[in-house]
């Protein structure tokens, strides 16, 4: 790692994280999440992209249970590659998998090389949703799907206050866009068989899971770990979440489309 490396995610968060959603997960409902926005969509014996790894919880599971025939993971952060790296020859499967830690922007794969594009609650990092749905197209062979989730705003102008506290308190580099941005994203870009599935409801609901369990069964286990200070700004980062996604302001989402063939 240089002085000059991305780290967002440091290990306290990390912690809390997976504690949270699961070993090599950094997001909502871990593999069952998966399972639901790839299905119908086979990877059985392709090859598949996953934008934005993290801790490679994802791209395990791609290989283990839907029988990818090769995954590269590309994240921005050296630190989580190397967990990736970690977490995939713990469960014997790095043969299978390649992580590649990127620079933000254009994405470093020659055009048409994978069969499916992936990426799990990510994609809110990257701002420019036009250009990353354009790059996305080009790196898929035609015929290819691209299929992920990702954490969208409910909103094209200016967020509620409400919103606007929650993503301060969050502190993360986040860009987010509406479910209208990215449709005409994926348009322009020249995919079909567009969808879009809402999953608001069912993080509304999660996510007060999450927050009792924080002030609940984890606190003692956690506070132990990252301290009490820490994990007293992440409930309130819930509390604010929380409020959020009452107002609809934020939207997590299944995004599905693809390349003609
Ligand atoms: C919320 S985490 C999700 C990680 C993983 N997909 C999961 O579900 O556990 C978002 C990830 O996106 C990565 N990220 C941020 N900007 C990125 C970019 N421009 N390209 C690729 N990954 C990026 C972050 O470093 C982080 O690992």
Redesign the pocket.
């Known amino acids: 790692m240089t002085e000059n490396s ?1 780290q ?2 440091d290990d306290d968060l990390i912690a809390l994280l997976e504690t949270l959603w699961g070993e ?4 909502p409902g871990g593999t069952a999440e998966v399972d639901r926005y790839l299905a119908g969509v086979s990877l059985a014996g392709r090859s598949v992209l ?6 490679g ?2 791209d395990i599971h791609l290989v283990r249970q839907h029988g990818a025939r090769s995954v590269v993971g ?4 050296p630190g ?1 590659i190397q967990r990736c790296e970690r977490l995939a020859q713990k469960y014997d499967v790095a043969a299978l998998i390649r992580f590649v830690c ?1 620079e ?1 922007g254009p994405l470093p794969f020659d055009d048409a090389s994978f069969e499916t594009v992936t ?4 994609i809110i ?2 701002p420019d949703k036009k250009a990353l749905a354009a790059d996305v197209y080009r790196v898929l062979e035609p015929g290819g799907w691209f299929a992920a989730s990702d954490w969208l705003a409910g909103y094209d102008g200016e967020p509620s206050p409400e919103m606007r506290a929650y993503l301060e308190a969050e502190g993360l580099d986040f860009g987010l866009a509406s479910a209208s941005a990215y449709l005409q994203a994926m348009e322009a870009a020249g995919f079909t068989e567009i969808e879009i599935v809402d999953r608001n409801d069912w993080y509304r609901k999660q996510a007060r899971h999450e927050r009792e369990q924080l002030g609940g069964a984890l606190y003692q286990g956690l506070a132990s770990r990252v301290g009490t200070e820490f994990l007293g700004h992440e409930i309130d980062v819930w509390d604010k979440m929380i409020i959020a996604l009452d107002q609809g302001q934020l939207r997590p989402t299944h995004l599905r489309c693809r390349k003609p063939g």
């Not at 996953?50 to 801790?55: A, F, N, T």
């Not at 590309?74 to 952060?77: P, Q, S």
């Open positions: 991305i967002e995610y090599g997960f950094m997001s996953d934008i934005g790894c993290g801790l919880g994802v590309i994240d921005v952060e989580l990127v933000p990426s799990k609650d990510s990092h990257i």
